[in-house]
């Protein structure tokens, strides 16, 4: 039913005026204060997402919306170790490369680093530095990438 109004930009442009001086007496501000900051002081959520967020949880309820990341009892949860299956390496696997990746982030700043066997021999080696910026994911993930791409050149190479 709310679903519409946000669509209007006259509407949600209405709502959002009557939460912002709903948000102003909240706060005691001055009318100068954008409704934003206003949100921000009052800790209330802007009138919009909260529609959003109620139509959606709404369709959630109703079954319209088919959804895979939702909330779940405890008791319906599977347990990991009935969901994941961990395989160890044998010494007489089939695969030839090996590639072993590591991240880490710390005061000296962010990095990655990669190496890759091939049989039991060291072929490469490589190190890579992050701004710090950069969360201990991103340069694990730029350690999968580049690896895979070393992986990639290792392959091509042979074939020529």
């Known amino acids: 039913m709310w679903k519409s109004v946000l669509d209007n930009t006259s509407y949600k442009s209405k709502l959002i005026?009557?939460?912002r001086l709903i948000n102003i007496k909240i706060a005691k501000a001055y009318r100068t204060v954008s409704n934003e900051a206003l949100c921000v002081i009052t800790g209330l959520t802007p009138i919009n997402i909260k529609i959003q967020d109620t139509v959606k949880f709404y369709e959630c309820i109703k079954g319209y919306e088919n959804l895979i990341d939702r909330e779940m009892e405890a008791k319906y949860w599977t347990h990991p170790a009935n969901s994941v299956k961990i395989t160890e390496g044998q010494e007489d696997s089939k695969h030839t490369i090996h590639v072993y990746?590591?991240?880490?982030?710390?005061?000296?700043?962010?990095?990655?680093?990669?190496?890759?066997?091939?049989g039991s021999?060291?072929?490469?080696?490589?190190?890579?530095?992050?701004?710090?910026?950069?969360?201990?994911?991103?340069?694990?993930?730029?350690?999968?990438?580049?690896a895979l791409e070393n992986i990639q050149y290792m392959e091509t190479n042979k074939r020529t």
């Open 121 to 146: 021999n060291t072929t490469d080696m490589k190190k890579y530095r992050l701004k710090w910026q950069c969360s201990n994911n991103q340069a694990k993930q730029l350690a999968i990438l580049k």
């Open 17 to 19: 005026r009557i939460q």
């Open 101 to 118: 990746a590591d991240s880490s982030k710390g005061e000296h700043g962010v990095g990655s680093g990669i190496t890759i066997f091939a």
